[in-house]
């Protein structure tokens, strides 16, 4: 707790303790997600999540969010074979502790590939 403000340094902690130890998990997904594109592929990229092990990348598709991948160990993934200058909504998801985080609307996010 910081003695100035009166205000805890660490709030995840704090939250794990009040809920008996378990580890909680911020309803926000990722930060500092970046997309670059071209005609046909978009890469995205984010910034570490705490204690994550693996992320997942959700498209919508037909109505849905539907996974393209849940093993991605790295920051980043491509998706290729996409159509020119056509938007596409993606969600990130990290797994933390044997569960993925949760996500709202604020997590969509949308990048539109290049026209050829």
Excluded at 49 to 73: F, W
């Amino acid at each position: 707790m910081d003695s100035k403000t009166g205000e805890h340094t660490l709030p995840t902690i704090v939250s794990a303790i009040v809920k008996g130890g378990a580890p909680a998990l911020r309803t926000r997904t990722i930060n500092g997600i970046k997309a670059s594109s071209s005609a046909s592929r978009i890469k995205l990229s984010w910034d570490a999540y705490e204690g994550a092990s693996k992320y997942a990348v959700y498209q919508y598709i037909d109505g849905k969010y539907k996974p393209l991948s849940s093993k991605i160990k790295k920051t980043s993934y491509t998706i290729s074979k996409l159509s020119a200058d056509t938007s596409y909504k993606f969600i990130i998801r990290a797994y933390v502790n044997g569960k993925w985080t949760d996500y709202t609307s604020a997590d969509i996010f949308t990048v539109k590939t290049k026209a050829k």
